[in-house]
């Protein structure tokens, strides 16, 4: 694969009147739905992704964003 899916992924509230609210669905089934509707976008980043997924990812994300100086006046 030259691509993976790994990030954020925002949706519509239209996007979800296909799944049906009384059993669990997969999330990949969906993202296959708006795809082959053409409601699909997608962005290739070049830079690092930093994940909050995990206590590690989170800690090692707000290390980054302390190093860039965000909120500093």
Do not use: C, N, W
């Amino acid at each position: 694969m030259k691509f993976i899916d790994y990030g954020l992924g925002g949706f519509t509230a239209k996007a979800f009147e296909r799944v049906t609210a009384d059993h669990a669905f997969d999330l990949a089934e969906l993202y296959g739905e708006v795809l082959k509707d053409r409601e699909l976008a997608g962005m290739e980043m070049k830079q690092r992704f930093y994940e909050i997924g995990s206590p590690a990812g989170l800690e090692e994300t707000a290390r980054f964003i302390a190093s860039q100086g965000v909120g500093k006046a």
